[in-house]
């Protein structure tokens, strides 16, 4: 056993620091996940209420099994936009009768449960979460389709939600909905494509064009339930295979729906024995600095994670900046990359290469623990080949087929984003902390880089700089940046599946992990050319 042993000084002014400044943070989060939760505000929570029915988590707690767990998804979703946070629907990975399913339920309490463009943007991940992990996906409908001042963002790409829907039946992935209200125009194809369709009984509307639109188009005059209630399509249409009495009928139905799938994961089970870490997780809140260029040993992170702070690290005296090495979580075997000191040089890219390719052949799992400000820039280092090495890790995860997670703790800038499997690179699920930074590069340094080229510029053509112009683009430069590298505006704009506290990282590493176990494991990677 490689167990890691922890020199966190836990009772040291610096960690004390570091935790309330992390707290500070989990405080904000909170409020913001309370935003979300709100959906439409009170009023029209109460109004939704007051018409007999259940609210959207109301409706996921219960379709899942007691005390199950519930992986949200993109809780922020539209954050710092002009549309509500949560994007007017919940996504996330939940169990229903023993079975991991993938959940998008919308929020009727925000505009009716229409569609912008982040609520499109998240159901679409949701779906690819669904088909890439081989997940059953219902969907708990409740919807008035588009918002129609948005059509333009949302109409031609929307399309994809029911290719989505057509390509998991085809793979093999069941696909349900639950109908609880209207879904109307281009959204009464979920159901129309969906494997099973539970409708409630004088609640459900399901049709293409409602008896406005018919008596615009055709002069016919219609009424809701003869155009497309659930009484119609369980006894006429034959659109819904089962209908129910109500809302809670129709998640019990839901959940025998799933039961009789006689489903079975495809890839391998985890060990049975799985330990939990030497160190209390409560601990992660003091690790990392207020000040992301100040390093900090991820080791820390991974001695409160793993199994039994069990790490056999690889090449530890060879691209000390880049830690890694094989370990467990919750019976998983995984391997993990962890930023040590921000930069990659040659070396932790050409190590990196290495050791994806090892966790290739053994088809392990790898982990991303972000916290890096890039590749290593100067003469000297472009000279020794920096732009090939990097190229050499990145073409390595790139075409990795073994699953990926990211975690993003601290900053994640410029190509170092790539090269750790951010978001481009498509792992199968990809967190931040509160702490998390990330964009081209830091604020300061992109600053600098405008004002360096302006100076040369204005030299250039003979005029003298203005240096007072100078410090105000700075300093506007460097609040705008500071601002669109913050967690919640990533999370906002879905380049994560969510802001977690530090605390649950082990938790929802596992559940990650457990999901990925219902596909089974991809052929091995192809590479190509690496440039030596």
């Not at 996906?137 to 829907?165: C, H, M, T, W, Y």
């Not at 349900?176 to 369709?197: K, W």
């Not at 391997?335 to 930069?343: D, E, K, P, T, Y």
């Amino acid at each position: 056993m490689a167990t890691l042993t922890s020199r966190l000084d836990t009772s040291g002014r610096e960690y004390g620091t570091r935790r309330e400044a992390m707290l500070a943070r989990l405080g904000e989060l909170s409020a913001e996940h309370a935003t979300a939760v709100a959906g439409g505000g009170a009023r029209y929570v109460e109004r939704h209420r007051a018409r007999g029915k259940l609210l959207a988590r109301e409706r996921i707690e219960l379709l899942l099994d007691p005390d199950s767990p519930f992986l949200e998804l993109s809780t922020l979703a539209a954050w710092g936009t002009d549309y509500p946070v949560g994007a007017s629907v919940v996504t996330g990975i939940g169990v229903i009768e023993g079975v991991e399913c993938v959940i998008n339920a919308s929020d009727p309490t925000v505009r009716g449960g229409a569609s912008n463009p982040w609520t499109l943007r998240k159901s679409l991940r949701a779906a690819d979460i669904a088909l890439r992990n081989r997940l059953p996906l219902v969907n708990l409908v409740e919807s008035g389709g588009a918002d129609l001042p948005a059509q333009k963002e949302i109409f031609i790409p929307g399309g994809q939600v029911f290719r989505d829907l057509t390509r998991l039946s085809a793979a093999g992935v069941p696909t349900i909905a639950l109908v609880f209200g209207n879904s109307t125009a281009g959204g009464a194809y979920v159901p129309g494509m969906s494997d099973y369709v539970v409708m409630v009984k004088d609640r459900a509307k399901v049709f293409l064009g409602g008896p406005p639109l018919v008596k615009m188009a055709t002069g016919e005059e219609s009424d809701d339930e003869s155009l497309g209630g659930a009484d119609m399509h369980a006894r006429v249409s034959g659109l819904a295979d089962y209908l129910a009495a109500d809302e809670y009928d129709a998640l019990r139905i839901g959940r025998r729906i799933v039961r009789r799938l006689n489903w079975r994961k495809a890839g391998p089970a985890p060990a049975a024995a799985a330990p939990p870490p030497r160190y209390d997780e409560d601990e992660l809140l003091g690790i990392v600095p207020e000040d992301l260029k100040i390093p900090f040993d991820p080791r820390e992170v991974i001695a409160r994670v793993v199994d039994g702070s069990d790490f056999d690290e690889f090449k530890p005296l060879y691209g000390s900046s880049l830690v890694t090495g094989w370990a467990a979580l919750h019976g998983h075997p995984i391997g993990i990359l962890a930023n040590a000191r921000g930069v990659l040089f040659g070396e932790e890219a050409r190590k990196a290469a290495q050791f994806i390719q090892l966790a290739g052949q053994s088809r392990t799992p790898l982990v991303f623990l972000q916290n890096t400000t890039g590749y290593m820039v100067g003469r000297e280092y472009e000279q020794g080949g920096i732009i090939k090495h990097g190229a050499m890790m990145i073409n390595a995860v790139s075409n990795s087929t073994v699953p990926h997670i990211t975690i993003v703790m601290g900053a994640s800038y410029g190509a170092g984003n790539y090269g750790m499997c951010g978001r481009a690179y498509d792992p199968r699920f990809l967190f931040s902390w509160p702490s998390a930074k990330s964009a081209v590069m830091g604020p300061a340094q992109l600053a600098g880089v405008l004002s360096i080229v302006g100076r040369a510029a204005a030299e250039a053509r003979g005029q003298v700089y203005d240096e007072e112009a100078d410090a105000a683009m700075r300093q506007m430069v460097e609040a705008q940046i500071e601002a669109e590298s913050l967690p919640f505006f990533l999370s906002g704009r879905l380049y994560d599946d969510g802001v977690i506290d530090p605390r649950d990282t082990r938790t929802v590493l596992g559940l990650c992990l457990s999901a990925i176990g219902n596909a089974p494991a991809a052929e091995p990677a192809g590479f190509g050319v690496f440039r030596m």
